[in-house]
């Protein structure tokens, strides 16, 4: 009599569905750095590529061929952002389980209708949210649990680059799901909701600022906290592509000191390099940040120290889902989170068009 492999030591077979940049550089290399899962099959329109860098997985041309012959337990939805929902939802209904790369969908009600069905076929559904893994965001959760800069009464979380060129890219050009607001504000927005909870008012300036630009590639939110445990409170969120000028990542003002944060966590250009997770020193980010403390009643008393950084880890997302596959765990993104972070996306939206703050809550 054969013997049964236990669900908690089952491999999960992993079915990727798009191989460009998201599939191949955050996750394929990511989820297969964790034990027990298994990257059995892609489908791709580029099946040369995969076999060059995945030579053991399976390749199909579309969606419909994996899921009817993949023999995957879990498919990661890596595809242009309009097709976040379409894979899922088929997915789904084939009673896979499913991760969708950031943003989970174009809008909050196709946000909804996924994590309806995900909890009528009792699957597991996450959106890959990986910044909540970056290292500096863990040491600033942890600066905040500490209390060492008192109440905090001011956040700015930025994301600056230099890319003056527009490229000829899906996530650059006039099609649904593409610019800044929902690339990097996916990343932003979840960050703050995740330390602070949803703010009373939200108001989001955008703009196309390079030459050439069709899509917004400036975005500037303000988040007010009015009531509630942390008000009151303010949170600045900043992107753009062209800044030549590097500015803090973070900076944290409290009743009692400040933090900033300089440079982005290690693993996003380790990962464009070809590193993976698990090499030494994975996830280390050197450049610590300066905490300041008051140690008076006047801001000329005060002491400042570097505040070493949390190690970040991008593979802990996918073995938390792995975990909450086999029942011995929480799902690191539910689909009730993902669902919020959609509505505010689009409340950040109808905010930049009418040129206001509007009601979040």
Do not use: C
């Given at each position: 009599m054969p013997s049964v492999v236990p669900n908690h030591l089952h491999n999960l077979r992993v079915g990727l569905v798009g191989f460009g940049f998201a599939g191949q550089t955050f996750h394929a290399p990511v989820l297969t750095a964790v034990p027990g899962l298994t990257l059995a099959a892609v489908a791709s329109s580029q099946p040369d590529k995969v076999r060059a860098a995945w030579p053991e997985a399976h390749v199909f041309p579309h969606v419909a061929?994996?899921?009817?012959?993949?023999?995957?337990?879990?498919?990661?939805v890596a595809t242009p952002n309009s097709e976040h929902h379409p894979v899922a939802h088929r997915a789904l209904s084939a009673g896979r389980h499913v991760v969708v790369d950031k943003p989970f969908t174009l809008d909050a009600a196709q946000a909804r209708e996924l994590a309806q069905l995900a909890q009528h076929k009792s699957l597991v559904l996450s959106v890959y949210q990986n910044r909540r893994f970056d290292s500096d965001f863990h040491t600033l959760r942890a600066l905040l649990e500490a209390g060492d800069i008192?109440?905090?009464?001011?956040?700015?979380?930025?994301?600056?680059?230099?890319?003056?060129?527009?490229r000829e890219r899906w996530r650059e050009q006039a099609v649904p799901g593409a610019g800044l607001w929902l690339d990097l504000g996916a990343h932003l927005v979840d960050q703050a909701l995740q330390l602070f909870g949803r703010p009373d008012t939200l108001q989001v300036d955008t703009a196309a600022l390079r030459d050439g630009a069709q899509v917004e590639d400036y975005f500037h939110a303000v988040l007010r906290y009015e009531t509630g445990p942390h008000a009151p409170l303010r949170v600045v969120l900043h992107a753009t592509s062209?800044?030549?000028?590097?500015?803090?990542?973070?900076?944290?003002?409290?009743?009692?000191?400040?933090?900033?944060?300089?440079?982005?966590?290690?693993?996003?250009?380790?990962?464009?390099?070809?590193?993976?997770?698990?090499?030494?020193?994975?996830?280390?980010?050197?450049?610590?940040?300066?905490?300041?403390?008051?140690?008076?009643a006047g801001a000329d008393e005060t002491s400042s120290r570097p505040f070493p950084n949390a190690a970040g880890d991008?593979?802990?997302?996918?073995?938390?889902?792995?975990?909450?596959?086999?029942?011995?765990?929480?799902?690191?993104?539910?689909?009730?989170?993902?669902?919020?972070?959609?509505?505010?996306?689009?409340?950040?939206?109808?905010?930049?068009?009418e040129g206001r703050a509007l009601a979040a809550r």
């Open positions: 061929a994996l899921l009817d012959h993949g023999n995957v337990d879990l498919v990661v008192g109440r905090p009464v001011y956040l700015e979380s930025r994301i600056d680059r230099f890319r003056p060129g527009v062209l800044a030549a000028v590097g500015s803090a990542r973070f900076v944290l003002h409290g009743t009692r000191g400040s933090y900033v944060k300089r440079g982005e966590d290690p693993q996003e250009a380790a990962l464009r390099a070809g590193g993976r997770p698990g090499a030494p020193g994975w996830g280390v980010d050197i450049e610590a940040g300066e905490l300041t403390v008051v140690q008076g991008y593979a802990r997302y996918y073995a938390e889902v792995r975990d909450a596959i086999r029942g011995a765990g929480p799902n690191p993104v539910p689909p009730q989170q993902a669902v919020e972070l959609m509505e505010m996306l689009d409340l950040g939206r109808q905010s930049a068009a």
